[in-house]
């Protein structure tokens, strides 16, 4: 049962312009939404995370959207670069048990020069 | 510091071989975590062990079986192995917070790509 639902697959986008993934989810018990980074031959590697406390998390040019109400959430890349070309995937937790991640089916965003 | 480690980091298994993936950590995590890794699947939890000695099913725990002997090692096995089980195997680690629970943060090998024939 797939309770992180992600999209689109896959995403080309210019060189400095937006990349936007989103994610649903449907446990209301989630209250940890972390996004992980995958470069090819690599392992994922956390990149942003937010709580439900707030509704937007940036570090950097990377950013979080978190609608509660919606039970959606987005990660957006300002000024998108080559060097951001990878797989990335959404994933939520509940905190009494967050040894066990719930992650999204990925998506794999490729930059173009 | 190596951080999560993984050996093999390839491996080609005949139907009904058998072999043991190994994952060795250097951060002193309690927690370990085995995932597989598959096209549009995203990662899916086989076993984890929250301390030495001790292991739990995850989401897709059949036809695997873990030990976790030192706090260090987390050994993935496949008695008899079968093409639906090729895949990118990925291990990870997380810290115990005061508490008990689990820290949120994973910590990720570079993964064993396994293919079964």
């Known amino acids: 049962q797939q309770q992180v639902k992600q999209s689109p697959q896959s995403l080309i986008v210019q060189k400095g312009g937006i990349s936007i993934i989103n994610c649903a989810y449907e446990n209301t018990a989630f209250d940890y939404f972390p996004w992980y980074q995958q470069f090819p031959g690599k392992g994922p590697a956390l990149l942003i995370a937010?709580?439900?406390?707030?509704s937007e998390k940036k570090e950097g040019r990377f950013t979080i959207s978190f609608n509660k109400s919606a039970k959606q959430f987005s990660l957006h890349i300002m000024d998108s670069q080559p060097g951001d070309s990878a797989t990335y995937f959404c994933a939520a937790t509940p905190y009494s048990s967050a040894s066990k991640i719930i992650f999204g089916s990925g998506t794999r965003l490729s930059i173009r020069p | 510091n190596a951080g999560v480690t993984q050996t093999p980091k390839f491996r080609v298994l005949k139907t009904g071989q058998s072999m043991t993936l190994l994952c060795a950590q250097d951060m002193n995590h309690e927690y370990m975590y085995w995932y597989r890794q598959d096209p549009g699947m995203g990662l899916r939890l086989i076993h984890y062990s929250v301390g030495e000695g001790t292991t739990a099913k995850g989401e897709v725990p059949d036809g695997y079986n873990v030990s976790r002997l030192k706090k260090q090692n987390f050994l993935l096995g496949l008695e008899s192995a079968a093409p639906s089980q090729t895949s990118v195997y990925f291990c990870?680690?997380?810290?115990?917070?005061?508490?008990?629970?689990?820290?949120?943060?994973?910590?990720f090998g570079p993964g064993t790509r396994l293919t079964v024939t």
């Open positions: 937010i709580r439900p406390d707030v």
């Open positions: 990870a680690t997380s810290e115990r917070l005061t508490g008990g629970l689990s820290s949120y943060e994973q910590y």
